[in-house]
């Protein structure tokens, strides 16, 4: 059974930085996919990146330039690097992750099912 642990959150100004991470455990080995997720009051959660095992990324379109995932699969841990944040990127932010097989797309947060419990990013103008 994996187990997702975020940490990094907080609260930044417009313009600011935070980088959260992602801790996994439990992973024993085979084909997972990782990603993190973002879900502000009112709204479906939305996939905000993802990182393959060949390091391949994939970003919304929203953060694109600004937000950089890595994974560091050594300490099996993935990393959000959020820089010049906005007001429009106050979320709970969440890790996601799942075995095979590949479904090409990653966005989709029902086809996740292993879950942090989040980390609150709130950005003030």
């Known amino acids: 059974q994996v187990q997702l642990v975020e940490s990094g959150g907080g609260s930044v100004q417009t313009g600011g930085s935070l980088r959260l991470s992602c801790a996994l455990f439990g992973y024993t080995g085979g084909n997972i996919y990782i990603a993190w997720f973002r879900q502000a009051p009112g709204k479906e959660r939305e996939g905000v990146a993802t990182i393959d095992t060949y390091a391949t990324r994939r970003y919304t379109d929203s953060v694109k330039g600004r937000f950089t995932i890595s994974r560091d699969n050594a300490k099996n841990t993935l990393y959000l690097q959020m820089n010049n944040l906005k007001p429009e990127d106050t979320a709970m932010y969440y890790c996601?992750?799942?075995?095979?097989?590949?479904?090409?797309?990653?966005?989709?947060?029902?086809?996740?099912?292993?879950w942090g419990q989040g980390t609150q990013v709130t950005v003030s103008s």
């Open positions: 996601a992750a799942r075995y095979g097989p590949y479904l090409g797309r990653w966005e989709k947060a029902a086809d996740y099912n292993f």
